[in-house]
């Protein structure tokens, strides 16, 4: 039993295909983080607008921060598409592989060149398996390609509409804190009144002058583990 031909192809375009899809997981890594960060943009906006404020800039924000909200909802749609929910298909383990190549060989032992026609089989099994499983795989890494080319060209669209949006809120004026955030009055120069003020209160006696409290004992030092430091009393006048 000759072997296919293009046993050797199918074998390269199974492992080809595989490493495709580890090659699509690691590029789904920056689509990713641009998702969280303009999630993050756009929650400080919406957290920071000031909704009282009824101007045409108000509005332009308002309506780019709606059309930013659904670019980004569409590309973590098609983000999710290319990462969840794709079925690959590989070869059957090493251990059952084995077997089958032993059952093979205890079918056909009795037959007049039994070695072939189970080498034939055998080949035959690999090469079917390769066929199917690189075929599955192929239409698989087609899909996510497809899912995560629609998920940069949304989210270009969204990081354009969100960088509008941030112009538009920090050029109209529309930041909720520094229009809440009350009138500073800075006096530069105090008023000198002059004249003399008439009043009949008495001269106050002199306060009586209390001394200072004496410095309190200083604290123990202790060094863990090895000994009690005493502290030594402060000298007066360098003696």
């Known amino acids: 039993m000759s072997?296919?031909?293009l046993f050797d192809l199918y074998e390269k375009l199974y492992f080809h295909e595989t490493e495709v899809r580890e090659k699509l997981s690691s590029r789904l890594q920056t689509p990713m983080a641009i998702i969280v960060s303009l999630i993050g943009v756009l929650g400080f906006l919406m957290q920071n607008i000031d909704r009282q404020q009824v101007s045409s800039a108000a509005i332009l924000i308002v309506m780019l921060i709606v059309a930013s909200a659904i670019s980004l909802l569409g590309a973590i749609y098609f983000f999710i598409r290319s990462w969840y929910g794709n079925t690959y298909a590989f070869l059957p383990s090493a251990e059952d592989t084995e077997n089958y190549?032993?059952?093979l060989e205890s079918t056909y032992e009795q037959y007049k060149d039994g070695n072939i026609l189970a080498e034939g089989y055998l080949n035959d099994y690999l090469c079917s398996n390769y066929i199917k499983c690189a075929t599955q795989n192929t239409r698989c890494n087609d899909l996510r390609s497809l899912s995560l080319h629609r998920t940069n060209g949304t989210?270009?669209?969204a990081t354009l509409l969100v960088a509008l949006s941030f112009l538009a809120f920090f050029f109209g004026d529309l930041d909720r804190s520094k229009a809440n955030k009350p009138n500073e009055v800075i006096i530069v120069k105090p008023v000198?009144?002059?004249g003399v003020f008439m009043t009949d209160k008495k001269p106050e006696p002199p306060k009586e002058v209390i001394?200072?409290?004496p410095p309190p004992p200083p604290p123990r030092l202790i060094k863990e583990g090895v000994?009690?430091?005493k502290p030594q009393p402060e000298k007066k006048n360098g003696k």
């Open 211 to 213: 001394p200072p409290p």
């Open 192 to 194: 000198d009144v002059q």
């Open 3 to 5: 072997k296919n031909p």
């Open 227 to 229: 000994e009690i430091v």
């Open 101 to 103: 190549r032993k059952v």
């Open 155 to 157: 989210l270009i669209i």
